[in-house]
T-cell receptor, first 111, second 114 residues
Framework: GIQVEQSPPDLILQEGANSTLRCNFS?????LQWFHQNPWGQLINLFY???GTKQNGRLSATTVATERYSLLYISSSQTTDSGVYFC?????????????FGKGTHLIIQP | EAGVTQSPTHLIKTRGQQATLRCSPI?????VYWYQQALGLGLQFLLW???????NRGNFPPRFSGRQFPNYSSELNVNALELEDSALYLC????FGRGPSEAFFGQGTRLTVV
């Protein structure tokens, strides 16, 4: 199956800083999603981005499918941005395994 | 529009018992996925149902099973519970059709086996 790797595993920043989270995937995909897991465990959809660039407020994401990576940008970080960010990919050769998740980036924003 | 709903929110069972977890997908979605997230770990794919059929399962023993009903809701059953089955179980739904669409997750069921 497809392999999904996220970096960095942990990131500690001061409020107001910008950050870039990376997601590498091992094969071609037809679904790439970014999620934020809140302290209660729920996965919040951030972006559905198999290719291209999208922006939503202070967050934006870019997926370069031909080079098999995706980036999540967080600008002007706030303490409420803290949590675990997951990237998940669906192999384009068949959806049999569902979305495959990376291990996540644990982001801590300090006041 | 209602999102993906899971029940119960919390479940406490004794080792050896059976647990049943339920998931209602977003209206119009035909696919339901189940994932297990043990404490501090990532999400592991358990099962995928689409149009009432099991499409695939992850690397889990047969005591993890489930089904999808005609209204596309789904049940996950875990038999002969073991302590290591304690985890957050997340359900997601999407519309598959001619290809996958964006998946949305429920709030999860936290299963504790004692």
């Amino acid at each position: 199956g497809i392999q999904v790797e996220q970096s960095p595993p942990d990131l500690i920043l001061q409020e107001g800083a910008n950050s870039t989270l990376r997601c590498n995937f091992s094969d071609s995909v037809n679904n790439l999603q970014w999620f934020h897991q809140n302290p209660w465990g729920q996965l919040i959809n951030l972006f559905y981005i198999p290719s291209g660039t999208k922006q939503n407020g202070r967050l934006s994401a870019t997926t370069v499918a031909t080079e098999r990576y995706s980036l999540l940008y967080i600008s002007s970080s706030q303490t409420t941005d803290s949590g675990v960010y997951f990237c998940a990919a669906l192999y384009s050769g068949g959806g049999a395994d569902g979305l495959t998740f990376g291990k996540g980036t644990h982001l801590i924003i300090q006041p | 529009e209602a999102g993906v709903t899971q029940s119960p929110t919390h479940l406490i069972k004794t080792r050896g018992q059976q647990a049943t977890l339920r998931c209602s997908p977003i209206s119009g979605h035909t696919s339901v996925y189940w994932y297990q997230q043990a404490l501090g770990l990532g999400l592991q794919f358990l099962l995928w149902y689409d149009e009432g059929e099991e499409r695939n399962r992850g690397n889990f023993p047969p005591r993890f099973s489930g089904r999808q009903f005609p209204n596309y809701s789904s049940e996950l059953n875990v038999n002969a519970l073991e302590l290591e089955d304690s985890a957050l179980y997340l359900c997601a739904s999407s519309f598959f059709g001619r290809g996958p669409s964006e998946a949305f997750f429920g709030q999860g069921t936290r299963l504790t086996v004692v």
